[in-house]
């Protein structure tokens, strides 16, 4: 590993660094952060961040009120960071990823045993953590994910899907909230299907399978972050219901990828969608279908997945187990070929 010593500003142009930098893995630059004020500024700076986010290898994430772990796949190395002391009285129950920024929906029980819900941003890179204001609308059971305006990256906004006393209820109402103005206002959305509980964020807009309402398969439908509407993407393939033991993952920037376990055969597919483009015109296409080994299969979450591109197509499957005694939560990361072998890459 180069070191900051070797990679001074005094030895090198800082061009050249930079170029360095930014293909240098996250869990580096943490120990680069002192070298100089001009490598401080560089890491603060949105266009540096961004293009570095665009470069670097995609990581399995968990995150735990008081820590968060992140994996590098690469060289099977684990990073593990504090989070900011403000999230520790808090339990994180759903979390949003966008671009490195962690949307968290938190939850404090009072001496009374009521709850309070509050909704921070984090970036875990930094520890920088930002709380955001909760609508007036807002409800226990309601939805939140994070994206931004195709028009400037940096236009994140928030979307709110509301859902009365339970996630069941069928009146719903959907607000926006702009980082930029601070503030909530309701749109004119209509959802007409299941509710997000899993979502994929690609290029600022968000993913996620549902259920049809009156009908058994699934579909892949979207929110547009630009546009502020629900868009249906397509059907599922071969019309099957994967909107519980299926996932959905991006895959080369501008397509998406699902991961479902046909259990007819015993068997788990990968398909690829083509690019999503404008025309709204989206098709499938099946990679492999491959029978894990039955003992390894037991421990395997096909919602959480990176397709990993080198010589071949593989699959690299997230596992994690909580030890309710010892308040310890142990991870395993599998890779897995398009034959059905499966060999653990990682245990923490």
């Known amino acids: 590993m180069t070191s900051p010593k070797q990679l001074s500003p005094s030895l090198l142009p ?11 893995p996250i869990e580096a630059l943490f120990r680069f952060k002192s070298v100089s ?19 670097s290898h995609e990581r399995f994430m968990l995150v735990h009120h008081k820590s968060f772990q992140l994996s590098n796949l690469e060289n099977q190395a684990f990073l ?52 955001i204001q909760l609508s007036s609308s807002s ?3 309601d939805f939140y994910g994070v994206g931004y305006d195709n028009v400037s990256r940096d236009k994140y906004k928030i979307l709110r899907i509301g859902f009365g006393t339970s996630r069941y209820d069928i009146n719903r109402d959907v607000e ?36 049809e309402k009156m009908m058994a398969g699934s579909k892949i439908e979207s929110f ?26 991006s895959f080369g920037g501008d397509r998406l990828s699902l991961l ?8 788990i597919e990968l398909w690829f969608t ?40 593989t699959i690299m499957l997230w596992s994690s187990d909580i030890d309710f005694k010892d308040r310890v939560v142990y991870t395993g990361v599998y890779e897995m070929g398009d034959e059905g072998e499966t060999k653990k890459q990682v245990e923490r």
């Open 37 to 55: 004020k001009q490598w401080y500024a560089l890491f603060n700076d949105k266009i540096f961040r961004y293009k570095h986010f665009d470069l």
């Open 224 to 249: 547009d972050f630009s546009t502020e509407t629900f868009k249906p993407i397509c059907c599922v393939p071969n019309g099957t219901d994967c909107s519980y033991g299926g996932g959905l993952s």
């Open 80 to 131: 593990c960071r504090q989070t900011p002391d403000e999230l520790h009285n808090y339990n994180i129950v759903n979390t949003f990823h966008c671009d490195g920024l962690l949307l968290c929906t938190c939850r404090e029980r009072g001496i009374l045993g009521e709850t309070t819900t509050k909704l921070a941003v984090l970036n875990p890179v930094f520890s920088r953590i930002k709380w």
């Open 274 to 313: 083509s690019k999503l483009t404008d025309d709204g015109i989206v098709s499938w296409s099946k990679y492999f279908d491959a029978t894990p080994d039955p003992l390894t299969e037991i421990s395997l979450s096909l919602k959480t997945f990176i397709v990993k591109t080198n010589n071949k197509i």
């Open 176 to 211: 926006i909230y702009e980082f930029e103005s601070k503030l909530w206002r309701s749109i004119n959305a209509t959802l007409e299907c299941s509710p997000p509980t899993r979502c994929v964020s690609m290029n600022g807009n968000m993913y996620w399978i549902a259920r």
């Open 139 to 141: 409800k226990h059971y």
């Open 260 to 267: 479902h376990r046909d259990e007819h055969v015993k068997k």
């Open 14 to 24: 800082f061009e050249l660094v930079e170029k360095i930098l930014y293909r240098t």
